[in-house]
C-alpha cells in the first residue's frame, strides 16, 4: 500500500485531546497515516479538535462520518460503554478498528465483532498493548527458565482515586478543556476494572497466559462524586477483589478499587520459590531488558513507553504514547499485511475475566472463562 491510511478520531475527549490527536498530527507518520476526520456529540468540540490539528472534516454525528468523513480507519476513543455499538457499524461500514480500551464489556459482544472483522476481512486492534513492551516477554522468559523457582502466585490491579476528575483538560472554559468525567462511574463499561485495571489484566495474562476460573467480591463504595460543583451519581462498580485460578494450583489476586493500591502501577508482581519480580525489580535488583538503557533516561516512569516501536522523536514527548503505538500497529497491519501481535482475542479473554468476576459476586459463585488467546511468538 503506497498512499497513508485515512483515519477517523470517534470521540474528542481526553484521550483524543492529549494523545491522539496530537501524536497523528506529527510530521513523521503523514506518509503512513492522515487524520481524515473528527467526531464527537458535544457542540463544538469536534470542530474545535478540527481547527487546531488540521483535520478536514469534522462532525457532530458518528453516522455522518462513517458515510461522508472519506476514512479507511477509526480509532474509537469514546466512554466504552458505546465501543461495541460504534465497533460494529464501522466494520459493517468497511472500516478497519482500532478500540481505545476496553474493547467491549462482554464476550458476546466481542466474539460479534471478531466474527464480524473475519467475514470482511477486516483488522481489529484491540488497546492495551502490553504485549508489546519488552519488560513483559522478558518476565515470561523468566519465569519459564525457573528464574523464579516455581511460580506460586501473581498480584496486579489499580485504583480510581481522583484520577479522572483531576486530568488537566477537565477544569477549563472552552471545549477542549472541559470534558465531563462522569461516565468513568456509571454503567456500562464505568468503573475501575474496564478502565485501569484492564492494564495490569493484559500485562499478566500476556506473561501467564490465559486464566481458568474466577471468583470475586465487587460492589459501589463510592456512590456519589462531585465534579465542578455538581454532583455526580456513581453506579458502576468501583470496589472489585478477585482470584484468579490459572491451573496447577497458581492463583492470581486482581483489584479493581475505589482507592489504594498494593502493586507498582499497573504492574503484576511475581512470586516463587526463589525470587519475585516486583515493578521492574528481580529479587530487589533492576530488571534486565531490552531498551532498559532508554526506559532509564525517560522523565516521569515513561520508560516503558518509550520503548514501544513507534515512540521516537517528537512522540516521546506527547502522552499516551501506548494508545498511538496501538494505532500504529493497526497502521503497519493494514498498510503492509502483517498481524499485530495486540489481539482482539487477548482483549476478549481479559472482558472475560472482567464480565465473569463481575457474575461470580453477584452469583456467590466462582465462574469457569470460556476464552482463549494465543502467545503471539
Known sequence: MTEPLRLGVVGAGSIAVRGILPHLHQDDIQDQVRLAAVCDPVPGRAQAAAEQFGIPKSFTSYEDLLARGDVDVVTIASPIGLHYEQGKQAL???????????????????????????????????????????HVRSIRQLIQEGELGVLCWAACGAAFGAYHEHERVRQGNDPLSNIDPSWYFRKPGGGPLYDMTVYALH??????????????????????????????????????????????????FVYGTAA?????????????????????????????????????????????????????????????????EDIMQLVDWVRDGVPSPVTAEHARHVIDIIESGYRSAQSGRAQDLVTAFAWPD
Open 260 to 324: 489504594g493500591r498494593i502493586t507498582r502501577g499497573f504492574q503484576p508482581s511475581y512470586f516463587g520459590t526463589a525470587g519475585s519480580v516486583i515493578g521492574f525489580s528481580l529479587n530487589g535488583r533492576p530488571l534486565n531488558f531490552p531498551g532498559r538503557e532508554v526506559a532509564d533516561a525517560a522523565p516521569n516512569g515513561l520508560g516503558q513507553q518509550w520503548v514501544l516501536p513507534h515512540v521516537v522523536g517528537a512522540h516521546r514527548h506527547i502522552e499516551e504514547h501506548h494508545v498511538y
Open 92 to 134: 459493517l461500514a468497511g472500516k478497519h478498528v482500532h478500540f481505545n480500551k476496553t474493547m467491549t464489556t462482554t464476550v458476546a459482544e466481542a466474539n460479534d465483532l471478531i466474527m464480524l472483522a473475519a467475514a470482511r476481512s477486516l483488522r481489529i486492534v484491540a488497546s492495551p498493548g502490553q504485549v508489546l513492551r519488552p
Open 203 to 252: 500485562e499478566l495474562t500476556s506473561v501467564l497466559g490465559p486464566a481458568k476460573r474466577v471468583t470475586a467480591l465487587s460492589g459501589v463504595r463510592i456512590s456519589e462524586r462531585e465534579f465542578r460543583g455538581r454532583s455526580v451519581p456513581c453506579d458502576a462498580d468501583d470496589n472489585t477483589v478477585m482470584l484468579l485460578d490459572f491451573g496447577e494450583s497458581l492463583y492470581a
